[in-house]
């Protein structure tokens, strides 16, 4: 679901200006989250916590699919765009101190392989304008910081109602991109409707609610370490749908990322875990402690 965000942010980039593209996903996806958060009552977040809900947000949707989209605009393919983006969990790992999260030297292992297996998977489509570059590497800013930052400072905001903050809250952003490039021509009206409505369907509202879920349920590392797989699976959908190649190292990159992803996902042996600060907190519940994904509430 992830990964159909880039075949779709081809075609409607395609279709639209990026800003455009960017608007109309978060003022069509915003106000029908806001009406599924009160349809089931969310607990929506208020006071200090709303305002770290909102800058979580503004990372995660506006610094990165802004770059994002800007860097299809500058005709970036969608293989090489998910292979920055899948390094989120290694610039998430960076960040771990930040969560107080023990990373072993195992799963640090685990990373290097899957990032191998990301480097494999789109070796041959490498093709890409400085600028361009530049823009992926902030739209992977924009996310990992987007991720550790809720997950520090709102972990435990309820998944429906967050999901609809971000996307209410950069929807006069994205409008503020828009005036500022000047450009709102639409040349193909049919095309850039269905990539928008997939975009708001499954990217914007599906994915997200699952994403933000599991924030709240497991740790940060353990979500992250999920992208190691969009950059071979993205390859495979860019040669389904939109006629990119498939190459043997993309092949090979997935079932090196699928090694690497499985020794990141490792929890640490009791002896490789860093030892309790204060012995009053070593019984104490873990915040952050896993759980199954049948538990997570949508």
């Known amino acids: 679901m992830w990964s159909s965000a880039f075949i779709a942010g081809i075609i409607g980039v395609g279709a639209a200006p990026p800003m455009v593209v960017l608007l109309g996903r978060y003022a069509i996806a915003g106000p029908l989250l806001l009406l599924y958060g009160l349809a089931v009552h969310a607990v929506w977040p208020r006071g200090r916590e709303l305002r770290h ?32 983006q899948g390094l989120n969990p290694v610039v998430i790992a960076l960040f771990s101190r930040v969560l107080g999260e ?21 070796g041959g489509q490498s093709h890409f304008s400085w600028l361009g570059l530049v823009l992926c590497v902030v739209g992977l800013l924009g996310l990992s910081l987007g991720t550790v930052y809720q997950k520090k400072f709102s972990p435990t905001v309820d998944s429906r109602a967050a999901t609809a903050v971000h996307q209410l809250v950069s929807a006069p952003f994205a409008g503020l991109l828009v005036l500022i490039s000047g450009n709102v021509h639409i040349s193909d009206p049919g095309r850039f409707a269905i990539s928008l409505a997939w975009m708001i369907v499954i990217n914007s509202i599906g994915v997200f609610l699952l994403f933000n879920a599991m924030l709240r349920r497991w740790d940060a590392t353990r979500v992250g370490k999920l992208f190691f797989a969009t950059p071979a699976t993205t390859a495979i959908l860019a040669w389904l749908f939109i006629g990119q190649p498939l190459h043997a190292l993309t092949i090979a990159g997935l079932g090196v990322g699928v ?30 402690a896993q759980t199954p994904l049948e538990e997570i509430r949508l």
């Open 259 to 288: 090694i690497g992803m499985v020794l990141a996902s490792l929890k640490p042996h009791t002896a490789d875990r860093a030892p309790a600060t204060n012995p009053e907190l070593e019984g104490s519940q873990d915040p952050t």
């Open 102 to 122: 023990h990373i072993s030297v195992r799963q640090w292992i685990g990373f290097g392989i899957g990032g191998i297996g990301i480097a494999l998977a789109v």
């Open 53 to 84: 809900v909102m800058v979580a947000g503004l990372l995660m949707q506006i610094v990165q699919f802004a770059a994002f989209y800007s860097a299809m605009g500058e005709h970036v393919s969608a293989a090489v765009i998910s292979l920055v």
